[in-house]
């Protein structure tokens, strides 16, 4: 079964600074998407990024990039220029690849909390 | 952007008493989740539903749970006799099929109070 680690329960940074999450997974599978869901204090999930296992090149979304090592089975979250707004708790999530009709659930790890002081 | 909605943002209910969730997911999606988050803890999948039935489910999914798409449009999780423990926030999320890459979209969830 897979599973996922994030093993910083709390981070902060400065407004304006560069902050990493990590985070971990097992897997016996070569073919998954990885994901970085966020969710404020309102409690929704937002995608913030994805990364598909097959590909070599880090995705990136404006502010948000991550660092994907597949051989470790690593999948940092980078965020530079933090903002006031990016303080939430922030989900890490891997999905097998699937086929036909493969429901495929999301596996969470235990989140980070990231604070963003001003 | 079309999104997943649920309803009631907040439900509270008295132990024993039944409690149907409900969601409308993304109107051309063929996939569709129920996760639950009690408070402080992370995510967990609950079920997952795809042609007319049950594909997937947590041993969480006991027979308590139930779920269905009465009509087309709406997806529901009912429990039918609810524990202290039920109480959590309950996500429907929903994927479309083609191209596989595609996230889960969720809804803004439903916090369930049982008391």
């Known amino acids: 079964a897979q599973t996922v680690t994030q093993s910083q329960p709390e981070m902060s940074v400065q407004e304006a600074e560069t902050v990493t999450l990590s985070c971990t997974y097992d897997?016996?599978?070569?073919?998954?998407?990885l994901f970085w869901y966020k969710q404020p204090p309102s409690r929704q999930m937002i995608l913030v990024i994805r990364?598909?296992?097959?590909?070599?090149q880090n995705a990136t979304e404006n502010r948000f990039s991550v660092n994907f090592q597949k051989a470790a089975k690593s999948f940092s979250l980078k965020i530079s220029d933090s903002q006031l707004g990016d303080a939430a708790m922030y989900f890490c999530?891997?999905?097998?690849?699937?086929?036909?009709?493969?429901?495929?659930?999301?596996?969470f790890g235990t989140g980070t909390l990231l604070a963003v002081q001003p | 952007e079309p999104e997943v909605t649920q309803t009631p943002s907040h439900q509270v209910t008295q132990m024993g008493q039944e409690v149907i969730l409900r969601c409308v997911p993304i109107s051309n999606h063929l996939y569709f989740y129920w996760y639950r988050q009690i408070l402080g803890q992370k995510v967990e999948f609950l079920v997952s539903f795809y042609n007319n039935e049950i594909s997937e489910k947590s041993e969480i999914f006991d027979d308590q749970f139930s779920v269905e798409r009465p009509d087309g449009s709406n997806f529901t999780l009912k429990i039918r006799s609810t524990k202290l423990e039920d109480s959590a926030m309950y996500f429907c999320?929903?994927?479309?099929?083609?191209?596989?890459?595609?996230?889960?979209?969720f809804g803004d969830g439903t916090r369930l109070s049982i008391l």
């Open positions: 999530a891997y999905r097998s690849r699937g086929y036909g009709g493969a429901t495929n659930k999301l596996i």
């Open positions: 999320a929903s994927r479309g099929r083609i191209p596989l890459n595609q996230p889960q979209h």
């Open positions: 990364q598909e296992a097959y590909k070599q």
């Open positions: 897997t016996s599978e070569s073919d998954y998407y």
